[in-house]
């Protein structure tokens, strides 16, 4: 018994032993968390997340999340997060239980890694060729057409606000707002400002052959610093349609920049590449492989991209371009998609993140950070609506931005909103009313767009208020126009204008009528008394307002007063096509020599210096690929990616009561962007006309010249106002951004990343016998004489300069090639221009 008891004892305590050790082995140490940028806030895929010291571990998903898993005994106390452009961080951890462990992740503002190859092929290039080969089967574009569902949310915030910064009156205000930002941007991740937030519910439609695109928005919610200004038409500018970034494309267009893609034809002369893991994601095997650019300030990206195995088609990708790119403002853009095969065998994105990080201009001011995520769902492909579906880029329902209560739009979202995304529209709605805040607005807004606004008027223009001339002296100007607060339909302006020296009131009245926002059709009536430069036309300036109130300054040698009358009809035909059909009546009253004989025809007629002219114009414009916002009661045209722009304008003049002369005159004009990847971008402008009539030369084409220091790009920089006329003529200007293709080689020059440009204007025109003997020159002085070209000698001036000065500041050296027997022309011109660009 005694033997059998201790036998009994012995079996117990080994079974004891096995179960102790059988419970601490099951038990697990589990770990769940996300991984976010700690200057944004932003989840961070593909991030390697392990237990420190072993190879146990995952890389997060889209959404920065991971759960990683361990047996107790394992001897990690800690987690390790890594990924390629961030500095490593480790967290400590509890083992055996299940936990919650959120890691923010610093940016490592180093240089690009050199990678390194050994002996042999890199091992990613067979992949990388195999992509190539398979982009025309996997691009979206295959398809003849397709739709989603669309949910966007965007937001800009204000980052790396300094202490000098915190210390100024405006931001003690909010520094109560400032101090409890950490919410937004995480437990240590840095404070930021939210300024803006929108969400939308939209259908994105998208046809091929021709390529069509086009957003419905159905449900919009908008808030921001700046109010309803310009809150819906930042939406529009920044919405999901404007977001479409195609890693299959060789080149992905950033506003006029071009970046080139991982998955270029020319990949091998762009990056170098590393083969680092594969994985099952989504049931698709896949390979991981890093790119890094081969040049600093290439406009090429860093990143990641998981490559499936079986198609070769991306199925997530995280590329970011740095702040060593030759880009203005811009610290980071960060783009980041993930996949999903549809019928018809191409790849769509479902979830899409963009960050764009812009940097402090000066010590004392704050970065902003843009950061947008779209989600899409409920795919339809190869049903193309048909071409007149598309005949708005950018439609929103009437009910769009009707209050929503809080739940039906827990409906509409993809995703619920994170507890400090809720919390943004609270503070926003806190911070814009501030009174020192809604004051700095105003300031702003009055910057950005020229006016005041108060209540249901702006005032303005101010670049206008004030000028000098040697005809009117000191002009002192104001004016006003409603907004939409007046109306939708109906909008009312006029300005009123006096030069101290001429003792001269000028004025300007006019009423618009706003028939259909949808299909944009207005209705116009203006009159208008005013003094102008020969041959300036108003039509070519509209874009240059800087040029146009430029030109007000400085010696009025051709010029005049003029009555005007005119009613304008402009209606959009279908999308891209619009008509315009004006009808005009105006004088011409000189403020120098000036006399043409009443029969232009007959040179033995009487001769008198002033005369009235009465004329129909019915002008057309095509730009098939032009996207047109809304903004108030303007209607705002962004420039065409890919398709020149058409216009073709024919003008009749009738004699009668009102008009002095019979003419008539066609003119075509042909512009163009054409991007040219390494080279930069060239633009390109084509006119030409035909003048069939005896006329006065202020009637004729009289050739745009430009007496400011203000370049014009639609101008001959190196002709005086009025200097040429001619009744046939046709015209090059041509310049050529090279972005940092020879200064980015300059060591000094490549941190100030200044760019060069190069420009050519050329001009042939004849003018007729007849037309150049009705005109006399009463005083016979060359500063009052317009010439005629000689139709076997073009006008030629070429010129060459730096843009990107203190990143504002553009320069621009001219030199005038030929006709320099003319007296008072001039052989070299020095121009500036401020233009704000990436």
């Known amino acids: 018994m005694i033997g059998s008891t201790r036998l009994q004892r012995v079996l117990?305590?080994?079974?004891?032993?096995?179960?102790?050790?059988?419970?601490?082995?099951?038990?697990?140490?589990?770990?769940?968390?996300?991984?976010?940028?700690?200057?944004?806030?932003?989840?961070?895929?593909?991030?390697?997340?392990?237990?420190?010291?072993?190879?146990?571990?995952?890389?997060?998903?889209?959404?920065?999340?991971?759960?990683?898993?361990?047996?107790?005994?394992?001897?990690?106390?800690?987690?390790?997060?890594?990924?390629?452009?961030?500095?490593p961080r480790s967290k400590k951890i509890k083992r055996g239980i299940t936990q919650v462990v959120n890691i923010q992740l610093e940016e490592d503002v180093t240089k690009l890694q050199e990678v390194v190859i050994k002996s042999g092929e890199n091992p990613a290039f067979p992949i990388i060729r195999k992509v190539i080969d398979n982009k025309s089967i996997n691009d979206k574009r295959k398809l003849s057409g397709y739709e989603h569902e669309t949910y966007a949310k965007m937001e800009i915030d204000a980052d790396n606000i300094s202490e000098k910064l915190r210390e100024k009156k405006i931001m003690r205000r909010i520094a109560q707002v400032l101090d409890s930002m950490d919410r937004i941007a995480g437990e240590d991740g840095k404070p930021i400002l939210p300024l803006f937030i929108t969400e939308s519910v939209s259908k994105i439609y998208y046809r091929d052959n021709p390529s069509l695109k086009k957003e419905v928005i159905s449900k919009s919610k908008i808030n921001g610093v700046l109010g309803e200004d310009y809150s819906d038409l930042?939406?529009?500018?920044?919405?999901?349609?404007?977001?479409?970034?195609?890693?299959?494309?060789?080149?992905?267009?950033?506003?006029?920049?071009?970046?080139?893609?991982?998955i270029a034809d020319g990949w091998r002369a762009y990056y170098d590449y590393e083969l680092l893991d594969s994985a099952v994601l989504d049931g698709h095997f896949c390979y991981r492989l890093d790119f890094f650019p081969k040049s600093e300030q290439a406009l090429a990206f860093t990143g990641t991209m998981w490559i499936t195995k079986d198609e070769y088609a991306i199925k997530q990708i995280d590329a970011t371009v740095g702040s060593t790119a030759n880009i203005n403002f811009i610290e980071k853009v960060k783009i980041q998609h993930e996949y999903t095969k549809v019928e018809g065998g191409a790849w769509l994105p479902v979830k899409s993140r963009v960050l764009i990080d812009v940097g402090e201009i000066s010590a004392n001011s704050a970065g902003l950070l843009a950061k947008f995520y779209v989600s899409n769902k409920n795919f339809v492909v190869n049903q193309p609506k048909p071409t007149s579906f598309f005949d708005?880029?950018?439609?929103?329902?009437?009910?769009?931005?009707?209050?929503?209560?809080?739940?039906?739009?827990?409906?509409?979202?993809?995703?619920?909103?994170?507890?400090?995304?809720?919390?943004?529209?609270?503070?926003i709605d806190t911070i814009k009313n501030i009174p020192i805040v809604r004051s700095y607005v105003d300031i702003l807004k009055l910057i950005i767009n020229g006016y005041y606004k108060t209540g249901k008027v702006f005032i303005g223009p101010y670049l206008g208020a004030?000028?000098?001339?040697?005809?009117?002296?000191?002009?002192?100007?104001?004016?006003?126009?409603?907004?939409?607060?007046?109306?939708?339909?109906?909008?009312?302006?006029?300005?009123?204008?006096?030069?101290?020296?001429?003792?001269?009131?000028?004025?300007q009245a006019f009423v618009k009528r706003i028939l259909n926002r949808k299909q944009w059709t207005t209705f116009t009536l203006q009159s208008k008394y005013e003094i102008t430069r020969v041959g300036f036309d108003e039509d070519f300036v509209t874009d240059f307002p800087l040029f146009k109130y430029a030109s007000r300054w400085g010696r009025y040698d051709l010029s005049n007063y003029f009555h005007e009358y005119k009613a304008v009809f402009e209606r959009e035909l279908f999308k891209g096509f619009s008509q315009k059909v004006a009808v005009r009546q105006y004088d011409f009253i000189p403020t120098y020599?000036?006399?043409?004989?009443?029969?232009?025809?007959?040179?033995?007629?009487?001769?008198?210096?002033?005369?009235?002219?009465?004329?129909?114009?019915?002008?057309?414009?095509?730009?098939?690929?032009?996207?047109?916002?809304?903004?108030?009661?303007?209607?705002?045209?962004?420039?065409?990616?890919?398709?020149?722009?058409?216009?073709?304008?024919?003008?009749?003049?009738?004699?009668?009561?009102?008009?002095?002369?019979?003419?008539?005159?066609?003119?075509?004009?042909?512009?163009k962007r054409m991007k040219m990847g390494p080279l930069g971008n060239g633009y390109i402008n084509l006119t030409g006309e035909q003048i069939f009539g005896t006329v006065p030369n202020p009637l004729l084409g009289v050739h745009l010249g430009n007496q400011t220091r203000i370049y014009l790009p639609?101008?001959?920089?190196?002709?005086?106002?009025?200097?040429?006329?001619?009744?046939?003529?046709?015209?090059?200007?041509?310049?050529?951004?090279?972005?940092?293709?020879?200064?980015?080689?300059?060591?000094?020059?490549?941190?100030?990343k200044w760019r060069w440009l190069a420009t050519a204007n050329v001009?042939?025109?004849t003018l007729s016998r007849a037309n150049q003997e009705a005109v006399t020159n009463p005083s016979g002085e060359n500063q009052y004489k317009t010439f005629a070209l000689?139709?076997?000698?073009?006008?030629?001036?070429?010129?060459?300069?730096?843009?990107?000065?203190?990143?504002?500041?553009?320069?621009?050296?001219?030199?005038?090639?030929?006709?320099?027997?003319?007296?008072?022309?001039?052989?070299?011109?020095?121009?500036?221009?401020?233009?704000?660009?990436?």
């Open 234 to 262: 930042l939406a529009q500018m920044i919405g999901p349609s404007m977001q479409d970034y195609n890693f299959y494309t060789n080149w992905l267009n950033f506003g006029r920049k071009a970046f080139v893609s991982p």
């Open 790 to 838: 000689d139709p076997a000698k073009p006008y030629l001036e070429v010129g060459y300069g730096v843009e990107n000065i203190f990143k504002f500041l553009r320069v621009d050296f001219v030199h005038r090639l030929n006709y320099l027997e003319i007296p008072d022309s001039r052989n070299f011109g020095v121009f500036f221009s401020v233009q704000i660009q990436l």
């Open 714 to 752: 639609v101008s001959f920089n190196m002709l005086r106002f009025g200097e040429f006329a001619s009744d046939r003529y046709a015209s090059l200007q041509y310049r050529q951004n090279f972005e940092g293709l020879f200064l980015n080689n300059i060591p000094l020059i490549q941190k100030l």
């Open 392 to 427: 708005r880029a950018i439609e929103k329902a009437e009910d769009a931005n009707l209050e929503e209560e809080d739940k039906v739009w827990d409906s509409l979202r993809h995703e619920p909103l994170t507890t400090s995304e809720k919390n943004v529209y609270h503070m």
């Open 763 to 765: 001009l042939v025109g």
């Open 593 to 671: 020599p000036f006399e043409y004989h009443t029969s232009p025809a007959d040179i033995t007629s009487p001769t008198t210096n002033q005369f009235k002219t009465t004329e129909v114009f019915f002008e057309s414009r095509y730009a098939r690929d032009q996207v047109f916002l809304q903004n108030d009661n303007d209607r705002i045209g962004l420039e065409s990616k890919r398709w020149p722009v058409f216009t073709v304008r024919y003008t009749h003049g009738f004699k009668s009561g009102l008009g002095d002369f019979t003419y008539d005159k066609i003119r075509v004009n042909v512009n």
């Open 12 to 87: 117990y305590s080994f079974c004891l032993f096995i179960s102790l050790n059988s419970f601490v082995l099951a038990q697990e140490t589990i770990v769940t968390g996300k991984v976010t940028d700690a200057a944004t806030g932003d989840p961070i895929p593909f991030v390697n997340v392990v237990f420190k010291g072993t190879s146990n571990g995952m890389t997060t998903d889209f959404d920065g999340k991971f759960r990683i898993r361990a047996l107790a005994i394992t001897p990690a106390d800690s987690i390790v997060a890594s990924y390629i452009g961030y500095k």
């Open 466 to 507: 004030i000028a000098w001339n040697n005809h009117e002296g000191i002009r002192l100007q104001a004016g006003f126009k409603t907004n939409i607060k007046f109306s939708r339909k109906w909008v009312l302006g006029a300005q009123l204008a006096y030069g101290f020296h001429d003792q001269e009131l000028k004025y």
